[in-house]
């Protein structure tokens, strides 16, 4: 299944060709105010599965930690990708992250048919927002049994 994605302003256009991996709802504090929302909803994706169709030139980066670089539109603001690099504290601990980007879900174009299966730093998350599902939580970066497999329902056949 392509998966197509957007910015606000329609300049950066990217496609992924591949499985939406660890999909689930960040509450750290960078992702917060990063997204003006309670948590960031964010699946993971092979780098080899990406490609840019339009508006590279356009993306911008900032490095919200020392190695995680975070992208975005720079004439509407959008999150596009982030990635870690090794010197990336996430980098460290789950080396599988070093070969993908995450994507915020909310620029994906289509239904992308994956729902969320965890939510990650919730000793950060909003103090106004009550977590209400009985999705398994982490206080800090999530467990990566969850987090670098493909998300249920990608596979042909049904993992």
Not at 51 to 64: N, T
Not at 88 to 113: F, K, M
Not at 137 to 156: C, I, M, R, W, Y
């Amino acid at each position: 299944m392509t998966h197509r994605g957007s910015c606000r302003c329609g300049d950066i256009k990217f496609e992924i060709d591949g499985p939406l991996m660890g999909v689930g709802n960040c509450h750290c504090t960078t992702c917060r105010k990063t997204q003006g929302t309670a948590f960031r909803t964010r699946a993971r994706v092979r780098r080899s599965d990406f490609r840019w169709i339009a508006g590279q030139d356009l993306m911008q980066s900032s490095q919200s930690t020392p190695g995680f670089h975070r992208g975005f539109c720079r004439r509407c603001g959008s999150p596009i990708v982030n990635w870690n690099t090794a010197e990336a504290e996430y980098g460290r601990r789950n080396q599988a992250t070093l070969e993908t980007y995450g994507i915020a879900l909310a620029t994906l174009d289509d239904d992308p048919g994956v729902t969320p299966g965890f939510h990650a730093f919730v000793a950060f998350k909003a103090p106004w927002f009550t977590i209400t599902d009985t999705l398994p939580q982490f206080d800090g970066f999530p467990d990566e049994a969850v987090t670098a497999k493909p998300h249920a329902g990608n596979l042909p056949d049904g993992r």
